[in-house]
């Protein structure tokens, strides 16, 4: 049998390697799962070695390998004997999105000007400064530093807005 492409491929392998899958599955294994690794297989072996020269038998090679592939592999693998880690707090999604923020806003303070930029990268220091600390450092009286925060926090509200207002109108360019 000779396939020209992965499309004919896939549309003349697919019954016989259901069958296969599915014979080959264990209780330990479900045939979609060997299915896909082969097809995956199957992709990794044309766009490195070309289509198998006889691609129904390779097929059968291949659900066989995998099966046992993934027999040992669900051999080694052993069950939570405990309750799994605690998934309460925040995830992958949520810490990068929180990351990326804080660079905004890094990057929006590095945008202001002058005293602006020394008083909001001291307020948002991690060494939690005081204002009388924060004050004594930038050389100013402690009574303006709340006036100097507020103007200072509105510039930055204004570089924040600017970052992610859409481009045009309506959000076209």
């Not at 003349?12 to 060997?34: I, N, Q, Y």
């Not at 080694?76 to 405990?82: D, G, K, N, V």
């Not at 020394?118 to 005081?130: G, N």
């Given at each position: ?47 490195t070695e070309g289509p198998p020269g006889d691609p129904a038998s390779w097929l059968r090679d291949a659900v066989r390998a995998e099966a046992h592939r993934l027999r040992q592999v ?94 045009g109108a309506l959000g076209k360019e």
């Open positions: 049998m000779t396939l020209a492409t992965p499309y004919d491929m896939v549309g003349a392998l697919r019954p016989l390697l259901a069958a296969e899958a599915s014979a080959e599955a264990d209780a330990g294994t479900e045939p979609g799962d060997l299915e896909q690794a082969v097809w995956l297989r199957l992709l990794e072996h044309v766009e669900t051999r080694h693998e052993l069950p939570y004997t405990a309750e799994p880690a605690d998934d309460t707090g925040p995830g992958p999604e949520h810490l990068a999105l929180a990351a990326a923020r804080r660079r905004a806003l890094r990057k929006a303070v590095r945008g202001l000007s002058g005293r602006c930029a020394r008083l909001v990268a001291a307020l948002l220091s991690p060494r939690d400064l005081t204002y009388q600390e924060i004050a004594g450092e930038l050389g100013i009286s402690q009574g303006s530093l709340g006036p100097e925060r507020s103007r200072c926090l509105g510039c930055l509200r204004r570089l924040l807005a600017a970052e992610v207002a859409p481009h």
